[in-house]
């Protein structure tokens, strides 16, 4: 007798066509864009794959800041489509700086392309967004965010900077499902589109998406949309409305801040120093010298608190301490730090619980 | 739009009757006992209704053991049938004593029934269970005991200690639903059914229900039993045995010792002096001297930790930490002291919450 | 592993108290009555003896209209409580009828309250609610109606026709959940149980429901109310509003007069014959002589077409045609009267199975 | 206040990666197959342009069978990828017969694939599978079969038949949920992958999804895979268990003859004549002449009656009714039949719906 089906998904009916388009007016409107916003029906990393083949053309050359492995994904895909791509590599785990991308991007011919994760949910890191979209308007280039890991827990304003292409994760901030992603695309994006051949026929062509949802009007979308994602995805989208955008990225600014200062009163230094680099989702903190990531983990979870690994090349080199969605709140941060706490002075590192606690408090109780 | 309907409940089927026997036998396979389980299709305050209602009648004598409000109606049930009852009351917010009970026995001219709670959610005394079965075996008394806030955190050895109407509550330790309940009832439990008048017809008269189910093969329920919370206790008494009862009970012993340790750690000493008379659900602390129940629950909640009210006569002088269920677990506890910690000591309070996270903390490395 | 545990249940939260007045409202709202609605938090089997019990008390006369095993209920019920209960026992399986219930009453002393279900699932027949209001109005009679399975498919007057007690089920024509029920109140019905001892302390009591809710704001209920009922009442609530009431009985109504009309086109002639005594959630029909009930039941199921059973005294003389909620649609009358004539033919009988689905086509078409 | 929120999806645990490995077992033990099941995070179409991806590479020559959209989507997928493709096109909306494919390959220098959808959702084809392997087989051509519309309703011996790349969609006979695919591989299929350059890194290449998920033990997936989707998924295939993968297939069929012969029995030829050659899912009829099929449509749905429309060049010609899941039941049959007889009947078409009914009957009670 198996304690873990979930029958009840069975039962749930087909999501209606006449709900797709306001779904995605009121994903506008939450983040105040003009764009049009059209829907990948699978996972952002596929909303990803899909940016990058309908951009690619050979004859253009792009600038790719790669701050995780999702970055070299999009350089790779890039590629693949003919496209001329310098990667600028931060440091291992961390930001770019805006001089860096300035100084790379300064000794390229020209620029067509520039593309950045906003917030990397594998190191805790967050880009220089303002910054890069000044490099990218100073040169008329294309700008491709990947907001997957920062929508919802960071104010983003895609017209204001001139976001050409804003992938939109559900699953983190905002609380939803991951089966179903979303692209913010501005009128410059479609024009690009417009003129560079599509990978036709393919659900992952964003050519074809307009095509068949919102120049017919946005009703049936293309293919077979998932129901369970979209229903989740429109309660998900009522939730946050609730909340209210504006108090949902305050409290993840909350959790993040609460949780660097209890670290630091702790004993520990989080891996990105800099509060202004650094995510509202999760902060990750080195593993401490002689320690294992894993085992560090393993013990975490003995306790029930959820120590992340990272991702890619530093993946043995910090533990992740999540703080998106429900555990952006006091409890949450508290327990994440006690468990921590807890985990290290099993090791021997002199951590100090009580302060970091008595300073998360401060820091909730100040607001 | 309301972010808060839950649709997907209106498209769950009927639970299917040939469902109802092998759900009763797993329940008695995990209390380990050889009583009959049936099921009061209501929640357990019913379910305790429907045990006096179904037991009382004029000529017997009772002792009513009360150490909270639940007590007090149980009492005023018997009554109700005709039944002379006395009432053992303990201290405000606090356990009986097996003395007590022993002394107020005595004066008795004879004892039918002997009724108690075992665990009490509303203050979080656990009553001596063994010693006042005991007395119930001495005097040849019927044995009602309300286990609603105590099975699958405390053990209870139904058939040794010879417990012939324990009220079963899912909602707690259990993890199951809310408006559904069951009772064991013993051999001798029946007999005294059968000789009692039944308030027929009633889906709360016992004897209806043995008739009706028990005694027709144990197929379809009467009257009509509501297919969610069937549904839900089925999945709960999965998860229980997917678990362990044994490990649950584990699970829950932990998280009070780690609640009340931290607890005096923190400079706090629990509402329940004795280590041995408090329940393995919830831990109270009492308000400390000029403070408000109320204030501190509200400021709790602001952190995003539930610090629950007293109920009864005492509901102004304690909080209630609750480590039921999924709370009985490192993280949980953990944040509810770092919590309560903050918000005593914004009162003035001096507490030291590292402390407190610390004890918690090496109670949880020791297992 | 089964294919059959419903695991989501366990995970919704819990319903907040401030959403049950507002519930209760929108119930008003629907049934368009100034009357309370309270809730009883069980099924209405238990809200029907709760409203027996609270209104019974010695010294009153009572006329209590039997048309199935409900009614004779509700008779035992006043009479564990003192009141002196003349039955109105119609012909098996049959509605009674206005002359019957005046000739009956007329005998009396004097007639304090007046008791009657309005439509029975258990046969199909709806008793003449005008004609028995105006007999509760002459006499100056507490009226309680039984509308469990009435509302929602017949429209009914509250106020206008002076209903002091109506019991409300959710799972029939409202399409909600079983385990929760509700009670319309008219302020002479709370004069009423003023003046009525009171089953106290008990969730069953009209009386301490309305001192412990209805007098303290209508905030939080007593006892535990059971979340799952409660969220899947307010989502099949939100249903009714949405289709609108009037449309949803419209839709009842039709179901009702095209199962009748293929009945008769197919050869059948409904169990019950008037028209206007009959029920629109179900549509009984009798069992052919020398045919068994359960077997051609059996064949029913064999063929995915339900087949209810009679209940009470006829339950092996008819056969139930469901077309409640969802199955009050063209689609679900039309297979079940193909599933019905089936297998009625597979034993001989003769029937027309075309001509019924073709008067069943022509019922709705005319819509 | 909106009637179709479903929040209980965003309480709904993650998918424990140690469940993945599990339920591709279970998928290959109810599909009788040796060949490896691997699951593809999105719809089934994606699932269909991963392997045309996955295995094109110029060079190649590929006849493809268009009986449908689809097929001509995956000649475009393989020219994209270099292949040389030639397009075996039947008569629109019908089936391929074998003797056009043997045919149409015997002019082909070599034949290097060989692709055919099994049945067809969008007409009610069924094509010839056991004749086509034949040909596969005769050529040593790589067979890859799109059974998204024809699993679990019709037998397909994979390895006896030598299919290299079945395509499996769930939310059909399978009855499970949309947003996810999976595909059974052969060890052929996997040479001839290992052969062939991969679009890496993608979630959508095959090749990357045999590296970081087969040959890593197969653990965690890559990606974020969607949990709704794969609670679905799990629970789906435990009902497809429960009742047997024979007996649901042999379900489909008796529905699918019921409605055909019932069809004719009403006087209308479906759309695929030859019995054989026709789907167990949905079966087609012709719009009659001077008829419209949207018009139709709207009148069946205006019964409840679900007629769908074609898909591709024949979507005015004709209309679907759907038996597929828990449609494929007598009750859905007859409803349909009814539903469609009234309908054209309306119109003034010559329908006898009664015979229609009683042939349905018929055929179903001789099972």
Redo the contacts between chains.
Sequence with gaps: ?????????????NF?PE?YAPLADRIARLLGTRSDIVFV??????AL?AIATSVARPGLVAANIVTSPYGA?FG??LR?GGVEVLDIVAEPGQPITAPAVEAAISVLPKLDILVMVHGEAANGALNPLEAVARQARAHGALLIIDAVASVGAHAIDIDGLGIDFLAIGP?KAL??????SAVAISPRGWSHIAATPS??????SLADIKANWLDKGRGALP???????F??L???I??V??EGIDARIARHQLAARATRTGLRAMGVEPWIVDDDAASALVTSVPVPPGLDAGTLIVEGA????ALGRGFGDIEDRLLRIDHTGRRA????V???L??L??VL??HGVAV???????V???V??RT
């Design positions: 007798m198996s304690p873990h089906d979930y029958n009840a998904l069975l039962d749930i009916p209606p709900r029906q699978a996972e952002a990393l596929l794959e994904y790779a895909w693949r699953q609380g939803g499902p991951v089966g179903l990978p036709s026929p393919s659900l992952l293919g077979t949309p998932p129901p369970l994602e229903w989740a429109e309660a998900a009522g939730r409305e609730a003995g306790l029930g608190v709140a006091f409890a949450s508290s327990a994440s006690a468990g706490g807890a002075k099993a100090d619980i009580g302060a970091a606690i008595r998360v408090a401060a909730y109780k």
